[in-house]
C-alpha cells in the first residue's frame, strides 16, 4: 500500500490544545499525555504518551510504563473501554515508558517495533522493515516505519480527522520545538532526522512522545482543519 501524497512543505508548528480530535470512521483521544523532566540528579522522570484511536477497528498506541497499569486501567475504563475490547496495541519502540503494560491486552494484535503477533506466540510476516507501511484499517489507519530513536521505531497515520491526518509519533517526536533534545536520546539522528522530515509532510497534527500535541502549519501560516467542538 502506498502512503498518502504529502504536503506543501511545512512551515512551523503550534501548540494543538486539545486532546480529544473527532472523526470518521475514527476520532482520537489522549488518554495520556506523556512527559519528561530532568531532576537535579541527573536522572529523568518520564512517561509516554498514550493514545485511543476509536473507531472500527479499536486501537492503543503505545501503553505508558508499567508503573502506570492501574491508572491506564482507569483511563479506558473512564472510556467505557476493556482491555479485551481492544484490537490493536501499536507500540511505538520497546522502551519501558511505552510497552509497559503490553500484557493487559492478551488478545488483540500486537505490534512492538517490528515485532507482529497475535494470539499465543504467533508471528505474522510484514514489510515495515523494507520500509512499507502495515494497514490496522487500510485507507484508515496505517503504521510507518519512522526509525531513528529506535531502529525499529513506528507511527501511526490516522487520515480523516476534523483537523486532517493525525501522526501518533512516539518518540519520533520528543516534545513540539524539540530541537537540541532529540538528537542525543537516538540511535540514529541522521535516520531519525530524514523520518521527522517525512513525518512532518505528511501530518497536520502530531502526538509526540512526551509532550501535547502540535498542528503543523502549511502555506500561509493556517493549520490544516478546523479546531472542532469540545467532547462530549
Known amino acids: 500500500m502506498s502512503l498518502p501524497?504529502?504536503?506543501?512543505?511545512?512551515?512551523?508548528?503550534?501548540?494543538l490544545g486539545l486532546a480529544w480530535i473527532p472523526g470518521a470512521p475514527?476520532?482520537?483521544?489522549v488518554l495520556q499525555e506523556g512527559y519528561s523532566q530532568a531532576l537535579p540528579d541527573g536522572s529523568t522522570r518520564a512517561d509516554g504518551s498514550v493514545t485511543l484511536l476509536r473507531g472500527p477497528r479499536l486501537t492503543l498506541v503505545d501503553t505508558g510504563g508499567p508503573w502506570g497499569r492501574e491508572r491506564l486501567l482507569g483511563l479506558l475504563a473512564a472510556q467505557g473501554v476493556a482491555p479485551g475490547d481492544v484490537s490493536h496495541v501499536v507500540c511505538t519502540h520497546g522502551h519501558s515508558d511505552h510497552a509497559g503494560n503490553l500484557n493487559l491486552f492478551p488478545g488483540a494484535t500486537l505490534l512492538v517495533g517490528f515485532d507482529l503477533s497475535r494470539g499465543e506466540g504467533l508471528y505474522l510476516p510484514h514489510?515495515?522493515?523494507?520500509?512499507a507501511p502495515y494497514a490496522i484499517h487500510p485507507g484508515?489507519?496505517?503504521?510507518?516505519?519512522?526509525?531513528?530513536?529506535?531502529?525499529?521505531?513506528t507511527s501511526v497515520l490516522v487520515r480523516?480527522?476534523?483537523?486532517?491526518?493525525?501522526?501518533?509519533?512516539?518518540d519520533l517526536f520528543e516534545r513540539e520545538r524539540d530541537e537540541g533534545a532529540w538528537q542525543a536520546l537516538s540511535e540514529d539522528p541522521a535516520r531519525q532526522?530524514?523520518?521527522?522530515?517525512?513525518?512532518l509532510a505528511l501530518a497536520d497534527v502530531v502526538i509526540p512522545g512526551?509532550?501535547?500535541?502540535?498542528?503543523?502549519?502549511?502555506?500561509?501560516g493556517s493549520?490544516?482543519?478546523?479546531?472542532p467542538p469540545g467532547p462530549h
Open 223 to 227: 493549520p490544516g482543519g478546523e479546531t
Open 5 to 15: 501524497a504529502p504536503h506543501p512543505n511545512p512551515l512551523g508548528t503550534a501548540p
Open 210 to 220: 512526551h509532550g501535547p500535541p502540535f498542528r503543523v502549519l502549511r502555506a500561509g
Open 140 to 153: 484508515h489507519v496505517e503504521v510507518l516505519p519512522t526509525p531513528g530513536h529506535t531502529a525499529a521505531h
Open 193 to 199: 532526522e530524514r523520518s521527522r522530515r517525512q513525518a
Open 26 to 29: 475514527y476520532e482520537v483521544l
Open 127 to 131: 514489510g515495515l522493515g523494507g520500509g
Open 160 to 170: 480523516g480527522t476534523a483537523l486532517g491526518t493525525v501522526l501518533v509519533a512516539g
